[in-house]
């Protein structure tokens, strides 16, 4: 069963353009939904994460949009550059984030054209 | 160091050969996971440590995985007689402390385990 369902499975961008992957949850007790990013051979690092109390959080080039009642959020990247280029992966958790249990989706490869 | 260090970076296997694989977390990071990544997938929980005590081994696929942090820092994963479904990328990721406030997991470059 999965959990967090993460689409597209691919993305192609124009440099410039701005980026949207979506990800969908069922599980109600998830509360700390964050997004990592990852290059070819290495680990997924940390890009924004946001808590169910707000609906939108922004950090420079890069937002997160929250919507609790259809159980979606998304991330979205604007001014979308080559070296953006690099696979996208959702995430959930139902601690807060502080057990780091966190439930993956199957991940969005992003390739910014330039 | 400065971030979680995973040795080996890679390590090719005999099918019903043991493995174990070292994670350094950040120092003085209280919590520990291990994660497996198969090509093209999303990371999948296998384990969870706060010190040396295992709080969480619910990811763990079969009983030939076992985990440990004996002194609260280094941890290995150990997979007995290895299985061609084994071959993954393991992921270790360290954390601060629960309950502090600061949440975020960094992860280490992992270990590409090929099983032949």
């Known amino acids: 069963q999965q959990q967090v369902k993460q689409s597209p499975q691919s993305l192609i961008v124009q440099k410039g353009g701005i980026s949207i992957i979506n990800c969908a949850y069922e599980?109600?007790?998830?509360?700390?939904f964050p997004w990592y990013q990852q290059f070819p051979g290495k680990g997924p690092a940390l890009l924004i994460a946001?808590?169910?109390?707000?609906s939108e959080k922004k950090e420079g080039r890069f937002t997160i949009s929250f919507n609790k009642s259809a159980k979606q959020f998304s991330l979205h990247i604007m001014d979308s550059q080559p070296g953006d280029s690099a696979t996208y992966f959702c995430?959930?958790?139902?601690?807060?984030?502080?057990?780091?249990?966190?439930?993956f989706g199957k991940g969005t490869k992003l390739s910014v054209k330039p | 160091g400065a971030g979680v260090s995973q040795s080996p970076r890679y390590k090719v296997a005999k099918r019903g050969q043991d493995v174990a694989l070292r994670c350094d977390p950040i120092?003085?990071?209280?919590?520990l996971f291990w994660y497996q990544q198969a090509l093209g997938q999303g990371p999948e929980f296998l384990t969870y440590?706060?010190?040396?005590?295992?709080?969480?081994k619910s990811g763990l696929p079969s009983d030939r995985f076992f985990a440990e942090r004996p002194e609260g820092s280094v941890s290995t994963l150990k997979i007995q007689r290895t299985q061609q479904e084994d071959s993954a990328v393991y992921l270790c990721?360290?954390?601060?402390?629960?309950?502090?406030?600061?949440?975020?997991?960094?992860f280490g470059q992992g270990t590409r385990l090929t099983v032949v």
């Open positions: 990721a360290s954390s601060l402390s629960p309950g502090q406030g600061n949440t975020e997991a960094f």
């Open positions: 599980n109600t007790a998830f509360d700390y």
């Open positions: 946001i808590r169910p109390d707000v």
């Open positions: 995430a959930a958790s139902p601690y807060g984030g502080s057990q780091g249990n966190l439930i």
């Open positions: 120092s003085g990071h209280v919590s």
């Open positions: 440590f706060q010190n040396e005590a295992q709080l969480d």
